[in-house]
């Protein structure tokens, strides 16, 4: 991987965790109602999620890419154009305030399957990954080394940003307001958006 894709795939994962979902109510909730250290136990299990995710989309890409030659281009169309629809999406969605419910006291233990839970139950993760990194990393030349720098910046995006929310959750006890959640979804649309884009242009 060059300078140049490590900062734009570090910008991305930044921009793309930071938007309101279902994973940062979860982190904040857990921390305004339990306490900081649950809010880190829940970030830990989202980061360890999206690590299993990546390392089954980077090697199955891979894979694909080495035995099905000239097709992999269609799977890749396929990707920027599912990464386009979902930034759309995001740009045309409606923010909502969202109202963390209640939760009994638990284990730290439970904090951290309730992330990698949420995680690893999105299925959408896989397509999203399978989109995602054909536009930053050459995946017929990627080496465990770049599988090792990509799991680093997974850790310091995702976990700082989700950590961010903890944080802030355990400080103030309030979730960021509908507004600004409409600009941070329009933000991360358009981020999405250009990747698709970058992704079907690149030769």
């Given amino acids: 991987m060059t300078i140049s894709s490590v900062v734009a ?5 930044v ?15 857990r921390s305004a109602t339990s306490g900081l250290i649950h809010g880190v136990f829940t970030t830990l299990g989202i980061v360890v999620g999206d690590i299993i995710f990546i390392i089954t989309a980077i090697w199955g890409l ?9 097709l992999f281009v269609l799977i890749k169309y396929l990707g920027g154009a599912y990464l386009i629809v979902l930034g759309i999406g995001l740009c045309r969605s409606k923010s909502h305030d969202l109202k963390p ?7 730290l233990l439970s904090s951290f399957l309730t992330g990698l839970s949420i995680t690893l139950g999105d299925q959408k993760a896989t397509l999203f990954y399978l989109g995602f990194f054909p536009a930053f990393v050459d995946l017929t030349q990627i080496s465990y080394f770049d599988t090792g ?17 903890a944080f802030m959750a355990d400080k103030a006890r309030l979730l960021i ?21 970058f992704l079907i242009a690149k030769p």
Avoid: D, H, W
């Fill in 9 to 13: 795939l570090f910008g991305a994962m």
């Fill in 101 to 107: 419910q209640e939760v009994v006291e638990s284990s």
């Fill in 62 to 70: 891979s894979f694909l890419a080495e035995t099905m030659g000239s």
């Fill in 149 to 165: 720098i990509i799991i680093a910046i997974t850790i310091v995006a995702v976990g700082g940003v989700k950590l961010g929310y």
């Fill in 177 to 197: 307001g509908s507004k600004i959640r409409k600009g941070m979804n329009v933000a991360a649309g358009c981020a999405m958006i250009a990747v698709g884009i």
């Fill in 15 to 29: 921009i793309l965790s930071a938007v309101p979902s279902v994973s940062v109510l979860a982190v904040s909730t």
